[in-house]
T-cell receptor, first 114, second 110 residues
């Protein structure tokens, strides 16, 4: 089955700086890679996703890159703000491969220092 | 638009007591439904998923069970809670690859 590794487990950056979170996956058949943001005491929120037919996707201050050859993908947050502080999860799956769905990384606690 | 509800939001139960957590989805039909557990500071563990009424698949052996009595209703149950059942329980739905999570239920077993 799929295995997703996520690094780092904790990331502290100064407000205004950029943050990068990296994930690797094991199953070369996986073709859908979402990222979730989880604030304390709340459910994870889907913030951006990428499919294997593209290498990069951007949405305002957030971008995701995918390297299929190396089997890794990354989340980039620019001009970080205090409200970006949260736990971020990456995931991977084979789209249409079955209802059991996503395999998640263990999460990254992003701390934005004022 | 679609919304997902979970209740209760928080629950404190003694060891050995029964459990029933409920999840409902609005604004969609025949979704895939999921129950996850998240221990403190840990990742998401898939417990059960369902592709339709009465169809439940279990991912891990445990003293929990799930049922789907209606298309948009998913219930997580236990006959006798263990201390190790404490955690944050999340319900999610999907129609394709994207999964959307509910607000969660914080369960503390004492």
């Amino acid at each position: 089955g799929e295995n997703v590794e996520q690094h780092p487990s904790t990331l502290s950056v100064q407000e205004g700086d950029s943050a990068v979170i990296k994930c690797t996956y094991s199953d070369s058949a996986s073709n859908y890679f979402p990222w979730y943001k989880q604030e304390l005491g709340k459910g994870p929120q889907l913030i951006i996703d990428i499919r294997s037919n593209v290498g990069e996707k951007k949405d305002q201050r957030i971008a995701v890159t995918l390297n299929k050859t190396a089997k890794h993908f990354s989340l980039h947050i620019t001009e970080t703000q205090p409200e970006d502080s949260a736990v971020y999860f990456c995931a991977a799956t084979l789209s249409g491969g079955g209802a059991d769905g996503l395999t998640f990384g263990k999460g990254t606690h992003l701390i934005i220092q004022p | 638009s679609q919304t997902i509800h979970q209740w209760p939001a928080t629950l404190v139960q003694p060891v050995g007591s029964p459990l029933s957590l409920e999840c409902t989805v609005e604004g969609t039909s025949n979704p895939n439904l999921y129950w996850y557990r998240q221990a403190a500071g840990r990742g998401l563990q898939l417990l059960f998923y369902s592709v339709g009424i009465g169809q439940i698949s279990s991912e891990v052996p445990q003293n929990l069970s799930a049922s789907r009595p209606q298309d948009r209703q998913f219930i997580l149950s236990s006959k006798k809670l263990l201390l190790s059942d404490s955690g944050f329980y999340l319900c999610a739905w999907s129609l394709g690859s994207e999964q959307y999570f509910g607000p969660g239920t914080r369960l503390t077993v004492t």
